[in-house]
Structure formats: structure tokens, C-alpha cells
């Protein structure tokens, strides 16, 4: 029988990996569908009309939802065990805040700027853009770093005193900050470096980054 959800991505795509990580978490089933976001068939720029990934199809309804935010939203009040999304108003905000933070700005700067220019570029027949990477690093990785660290709460979570939607948004681009050959410096960002850590070993993105190393050759 085939599940419930259909999740439509790639691997080594953050926001893929982010609601993967939330229907880990949640123990929802679904079937993972590969879609070459460079160059999408016509049924998937009419199911995601920025033509991005993941798109999750519902299939009890037989209805599609865009957005990595949206569908962990819909998943969230769909699944509520555990609840990623907290029901206290201002730490709802907060998660919402973090997760946009790392979505947009976080997500483009580290994406483009090391993900990309390293790992990415020469998987697509480009060169390696060392020169974008030291800048990156340079002049907008600490800003982000030191935020994160000043956002980290005493019991190692951003949002409340448990494991939230703004943990994993985050978490999820320091995968690729690693395919980038970086990781946090624990000396400068020790709160930020432990969190990382402790985060991507969860057995839910932890299944997923192996599964990923697998897909994309990459020696661990
Ligand atoms: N805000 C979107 C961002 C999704 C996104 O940018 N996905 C990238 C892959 S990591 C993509 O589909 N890029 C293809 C494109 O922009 O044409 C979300 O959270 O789902």
C-alpha cells in the first residue's frame, strides 16, 4: 500500500531535508519522489508555480501544498505528536521569526555563497567559486553565527526549552554549510557549534544525512 503523503525534492536540498526531518520526527510514512527542480516537468511547475522544492501531495485529499513553511504548518496541526510549532503565542512568533531568518537571508547567503559555490558548482559543470566562499565566510557568515549564538536559549533550543520548527530550519542549512567543507567554529560560537552537533545527530536528520551521503557519493 502506498502512503498517505508524497514529498517532491531532491536530496541535498535544506528545505527538502527540513519537512523530511519534521515527518521523521512526527512517524508519518510518505513516498519521496525525485524532481530535477533545473529543468521541472510541466505537472510540477503547475503544483509549484515558483518552481521549487519540496511540493508535499496529500493524497486523502488529492491536493498539493508548496513551501517547506506551509507544509510544515499543515503537518504540524495534521500531526501534532510532537508539536514543532508552539502553542504559546510569542513563542509561535519566535519560531516563525527564526524560521524566516533562516529560510531567506541565512538560507541565499550560506546556499549560494559556500553550498553552491563549493559542492554544488562543479556537479553542474561550473568551477568552484573560491573567491564567493572566503567572502562569504569573511563578511556574512559571522553576523548569522553571532545572532544564532545570541538567540540560543540556556537548555540548547532556540525557541522555549524544547526541540522547535526554528531548530530544524536552522539546523538543516549547516548540512550543506558541511558539504561546503565548513563547520562552526566551537571556539568563536560554542553555544551555536554544540547546538549543530547535537542537532544534526538526531536520529531524524542523522538517517537523513547518511542517506544523503549515499545518494551523493560523498565519503564519510
Ligand atoms: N521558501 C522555499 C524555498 C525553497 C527553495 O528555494 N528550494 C530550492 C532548492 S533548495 C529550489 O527549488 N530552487 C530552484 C529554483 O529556485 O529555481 C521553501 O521553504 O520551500
Not at 511547475?45 to 519540496?54: E, G, N, T
Not at 542549512?173 to 558541511?178: I, K, R, T
Request: glycine share 6%; net charge negative; proline share 7%.
Amino acid at each position: 500500500m502506498s502512503a498517505r503523503y508524497v514529498l517532491y525534492g531532491t536530496a541535498a536540498s535544506p528545505f527538502v531535508r527540513k519537512v523530511r526531518v519534521v515527518l521523521a520526527l512526527k512517524n508519518v510514512a510518505y513516498d519521496f519522489e525525485p524532481v530535477n527542480v533545473f529543468d521541472p516537468p510541466d505537472w510540477f511547475k503547475a503544483i509549484s508555480p515558483l518552481k521549487r522544492i519540496p511540493v508535499l501531495k496529500d493524497c486523502e485529499r488529492n491536493a498539493t501544498l508548496a513551501d517547506s513553511s506551509a507544509i510544515a504548518l499543515y503537518l504540524d496541526r495534521a500531526h501534532p505528536a510532537p508539536l514543532l510549532i508552539p502553542d504559546d503565542p510569542w513563542l509561535a512568533g519566535r519560531c516563525a521569526w527564526l524560521e524566516e531568518y533562516a529560510d531567506t537571508e541565512f538560507a541565499y547567503r550560506i546556499g549560494m555563497g559556500v553550498f553552491r559555490a563549493r559542492f554544488f558548482n562543479p556537479r553542474i559543470g561550473k568551477p568552484v567559486d573560491e573567491d564567493l566562499a572566503q567572502k562569504t565566510l569573511r563578511e556574512h557568515a559571522p553576523r548569522f553565527f553571532s545572532y544564532f549564538e545570541s538567540q540560543l536559549g540556556e537548555g540548547g533550543h532556540f525557541v522555549g526549552d524544547a526541540l522547535s520548527l526554528a531548530d530544524i530550519a536552522i539546523a538543516t542549512h549547516f548540512v550543506n554549510f558541511g558539504y561546503g567543507g565548513e563547520r562552526v567554529d566551537p571556539a568563536r560560537w560554542p553555544k551555536l557549534a554544540a547546538f549543530v552537533d547535537r542537532t544534526l545527530a538526531l536520529p531524524a536528520f542523522a538517517a537523513l544525512i547518511e542517506e544523503e551521503a549515499a545518494a551523493l557519493g560523498i565519503a564519510r
